[in-house]
């Protein structure tokens, strides 16, 4: 049997307890990573470390906010006092927005968005950055949308987080290149996963029109949007830092 490539070593995970961050626990876990997942509903966490700890390897589960420095910040701290060190970190966590034109948004709907898709990501690398220069180097990635590259319309401050999320990453990257830290973001189109899910739910009509979205005719799965975040964090890709990586069945090419 061939060698585990990640094997004891650490990835922590925000929104670790569904889609895309679980799926991407989970082919980590398959390579022999120990994994701390944060999100903030304590059962679907509990729910996520079942499926991940038969690969043999350690899940901590935190429940919390991050939005909230305190909460990010023990998480990450316990992380590293239970399992010894932090490789890498998926900055996933993200809140949806539904449709809406800029002059009927509010005040505080741009603000929760700005809070957990922005905010959220810069709070986890402030905390994750010293612990992985501490291992001696390592990968985040950090999770955008293909909205982090291109606009669509009616939902301004998801694309303005998004975009935010990209130029955080390219800032970060070029701070700890000397400390062996590569950075990069993720720009994913449609995913099926809980997310595009209660978009479709308030809007079933929808669904023809978002495979279509996308040249390739289809949304990603889970797993294709995983890969390349392993793919981002293993060696294979170890001159790429500071990148957006499009994964978006040549959606942004149109
Ligand atoms: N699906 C798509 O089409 C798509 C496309 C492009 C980009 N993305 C991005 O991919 C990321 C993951 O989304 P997904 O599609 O996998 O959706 P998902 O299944 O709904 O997962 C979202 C995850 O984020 C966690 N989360 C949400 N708010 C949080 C908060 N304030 N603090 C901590 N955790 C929080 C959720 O767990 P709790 O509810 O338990 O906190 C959940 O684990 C998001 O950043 C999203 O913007 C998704």
Redesign the pocket.
Known sequence: MAEQEMKNRVIFI????????LETALRFAEEGAHIAI????EK?NMIARNQIIPYGVECLTFS????REGEVKLAIQKTVDKLGRLDYAFN?????QFPTPIFQQSEKEFQTIMD??LK?VWLCMKHELPYIVQSGGGVIVN?A??TGIVATDMVAAFVAAKHGVVGLSKAAALEYIAANVRVNAIC????E????DRLLVKNPDARKEIDAYHPIGRCAT?REIAEAVYWLCSPKSSFITGHALVIDGGASIR
């Open positions: 925000t929104g670790g307890n569904s889609g895309i961050g944060f999100s903030r509903r679907q919390g906010n991050v939005t996933n966590a993200g809140l949806e957990v898709n959220g999770n949308s293909v994913p189109a449609g995913v996963t809980p997310m595009l889970a």
